[in-house]
């Protein structure tokens, strides 16, 4: 049986803001524990916005126009916040610039709700 955390563990350390370990996990079954230093996960600290768009992404086979359509949004910005998310993972590489969005319709995005603002930064700093 597995349950959605309540919260998400934080990733960075709220005092010096390195880069926290888990260390202790819990079986809620029986009340087993186990300590040690356990691996990280990339995917556990996105926001549920981007798990969503993961998932979409996924089932569409990486087809974006698919992913457009599914979440309602334009192309741009469907390609927007999929490379916000690669940004996010560490796994964009070289930053591809997207011309087909103006900074006017990256602001109407943000407007709309269909870009987080710091999608859109990050989407603003491409377009230079």
Same mark, same amino acid.
């Not at 709220?14 to 926290?20: A, E, N, S």
């Given at each position: 049986m597995t349950t959605e955390p309540k919260y998400r563990a934080p990733s960075d350390c #709220?005092? &010096? =803001? %390195?880069?926290?370990i888990t260390t202790r996990l819990g079986c809620r079954n029986c009340g087993s524990e186990? !300590? %040690?230093e356990f691996g990280h &996960?990339?995917? &556990?600290?996105l926001e549920a916005r981007d798990v969503e768009l993961l998932r979409v992404f996924l089932a569409s086979r990486g087809n974006l126009r698919e992913v457009e359509k599914h979440l309602g949004v334009?192309? #741009? $910005? !469907? /390609? !927007?916040r999929f490379t916000a998310l690669l940004m996010k993972l560490g796994?964009? =590489?070289e930053a591809e #610039?997207? $011309?087909?969005?103006t /900074? +006017?319709?990256v602001l109407s995005e943000v407007a709309s709700g269909a870009l987080s603002p710091a +999608? !859109?930064? +990050?989407v603003i700093a491409q377009l230079g």
């Open positions: #709220p005092v &010096c =803001g %390195g880069d926290l186990l !300590a %040690g &996960c990339d995917f &556990c600290a334009s192309y #741009p $910005t !469907a /390609r !927007a796994l964009a =590489g #610039p997207i $011309t087909a969005m /900074r +006017e319709q +999608e !859109a930064a +990050e």
